[in-house]
């Protein structure tokens, strides 16, 4: 289920502004990476599912400190909300679920990273303070 909506956010995301990216990863390498951090206390995977359908997910990492960033910090990695479930808040409520869930675990800033061409989400992120 997971792995199915990873693999539409490459199709619908990447497969439209990255002409290099490999949207056959998530089909090749989906099921053991995501299987992974499901076991990994730093990891959050969130699937949303309306019924017995996903609709969307949410994958963060939390980073530890390192010698030149002495801070812990959320990685948003992934969100996919499916088309025809836009616009109902789902999003929203994924990335505030993620920013909590960081922010229990010390982390003192959040990162995430989107096509600029990707309005959708460019709008998503700013509306929770991602510059």
């Known amino acids: 289920?997971?792995?199915?909506?990873?693999?539409?956010?490459?199709?619908d995301d990447a497969g439209q502004h990255d002409k290099y990216a490999d949207i056959t990863w998530p089909q090749r390498e989906g099921f053991a990476h995501y299987s992974a951090l499901l076991t990994d206390p730093g990891c959050l995977v969130?699937?949303?599912?309306?019924?017995?359908?996903?609709?969307?997910?949410?994958?963060?990492?939390l980073s530890e400190s390192t010698p030149t960033?002495?801070?812990?910090?959320?990685?948003?990695?992934?969100?996919y909300v499916n088309a025809a479930s836009r616009g109902a808040g789902l999003g929203s409520q994924l990335v505030q679920y993620f920013l909590t869930w960081a922010r229990e675990r010390?982390?003192?800033?959040?990162t995430v990273s989107a096509y600029v061409a990707n309005d959708g989400a460019q709008r998503l992120y700013q509306r929770h303070g991602f510059v």
């Open 1 to 11: 289920m997971l792995v199915a909506s990873v693999a539409q956010l490459f199709r």
């Open 46 to 61: 969130l699937v949303a599912r309306e019924g017995s359908e996903v609709i969307g997910h949410l994958v963060g990492k």
């Open 69 to 79: 960033r002495l801070v812990r910090l959320a990685i948003l990695e992934s969100v």
């Open 106 to 110: 010390g982390a003192v800033q959040a």
